[in-house]
């Protein structure tokens, strides 16, 4: 999943320090604020983000793009699809 360094994200956020269910909840905000079509990228450190945000991306029908992992960073590539 290279390709995600080459998509430009509409907004990121740094959701780095916070723990469940933070991470989820300011994605949550920032996806309800942009328009069909916009990326969001979410960069994040809690382990257990990976799971509960892919879940949360796939349960609100939303397209989870990519998931690179840099140390203990997990950068996520999301679409708003509705």
Not at 10 to 39: A, L, S, Y
Not at 47 to 72: F, T
Request: glycine share 4%; hydrophobic share 35%; net charge positive.
């Amino acid at each position: 999943m290279n390709y995600i360094s080459e998509l430009t994200p509409t907004k990121t956020i740094d959701v780095r320090g916070m723990f469940c269910p933070e991470p989820v909840f300011r994605t949550k905000i920032e996806m309800e604020r942009m328009t069909v079509g916009n990326i969001l990228k979410v960069i994040a450190d809690d382990p257990a983000s990976e799971e509960d945000i892919s879940r949360w991306v796939n349960r609100n029908g939303h397209q989870l793009l990519g998931i690179k992992k840099s140390n203990k960073d997990l950068e996520f590539t999301i679409k708003k699809a509705k």
